[in-house]
């Protein structure tokens, strides 16, 4: 659906962080050193597909805050990254990691928790041409977005490396809470990336139709689009392709592997 626009996409870029090279598991919020294999998959378990190798010197950063405690630790380590401004301007004030861990789950899905999403939304108001009849999306609304993507233009994607190294034990405590005991965040992370990619090229206006109070795409095929996708779509193809390109860096340091051809 299209109602109130985010910029989940790319604070996930910049608040799931990227460049990794390690794995770290959690012990009583202590960081520990595990081998560079991944460990085995008990019987009836998914195996792991894209394990983080063994954790380098630059880990060694002292303990962990607990995860109700974690907000202002990733918050000073994001705006350290991407500025302190974009950190407030964009990122959500509370509950970070979760949100951050819900919404990478559910980009790959049809919908995405509006309450639960890391971004605060975009300035100004969804536009369209046209009227309830026949409506087609506004590129005014392209322009809303280009603060924001600039500032992830600019990421040092290897920089964030050391945010998610630090802060991943985190992540993987959450997701295994969401209801994946068993589940592997990176995995997941690197199948919402995966989906993000997906995402088609189009070209010419995308017609709209509201059959309630919130408008969707007219096309079927393009509304039952992931919502990642659909995210990426109403942003632009400008936009988007900045956000891809970044996607696919990220890809690329958390499998050393390029991207599935599409």
Do not use: C, W
């Not at 598991?25 to 394990?51: D, F, K, Y």
């Not at 005991?181 to 995308?206: E, H």
């Amino acid at each position: 659906m299209i109602n109130k626009p985010m910029i989940v996409v790319a604070v996930v870029v910049v608040a799931a962080v990227s460049g990794v090279a390690y794995y770290l598991h959690i012990r009583s919020t202590q960081l520990q050193h595990v081998p560079a294999a991944a460990p085995a998959a008990a019987p009836g378990e998914p195996a792991i597909q894209h394990p983080l190798p063994q954790a380098g010197d630059s880990a060694a950063q002292g303990p962990l805050p607990a995860l109700g405690d974690s907000d202002p630790a990733i918050k000073d380590a994001l705006g350290e990254v991407a500025g302190s401004d974009a950190v407030m301007r964009y990122l959500a004030p509370d509950s970070i990691i979760r949100r951050i861990v819900v919404t990478v789950d559910n980009l790959p899905r049809q919908k995405v928790p509006v309450d639960k999403r890391p971004a605060l939304p975009v300035a100004g108001t969804f536009q369209v041409i046209g009227d309830e009849l026949h409506a087609t999306l506004d590129p005014k609304n392209f322009a809303r977005y280009e603060p924001m993507v600039g500032v992830i233009r600019q990421l040092d994607m290897r920089r964030l490396a050391d945010v998610y190294l630090r802060f991943y034990p985190l992540f993987q405590h959450v997701y295994q809470d969401l209801g994946y005991p068993s589940g592997y965040f990176n995995d997941r992370l690197v199948q919402a990336i995966d989906s993000l990619l997906a995402t088609p090229q189009r070209a010419g206006p995308i017609e709209l139709s509201r059959p309630n109070v919130m408008y969707t795409f007219a096309d079927p095929a393009l509304e039952a689009r992931p919502a990642g996708q659909k995210i990426l779509l109403r942003m632009g193809p400008e936009n988007a392709a900045a956000i891809k390109a970044k996607l696919v860096e990220l890809r690329a340091i958390l499998t050393a592997a390029p991207p599935p051809k599409r």
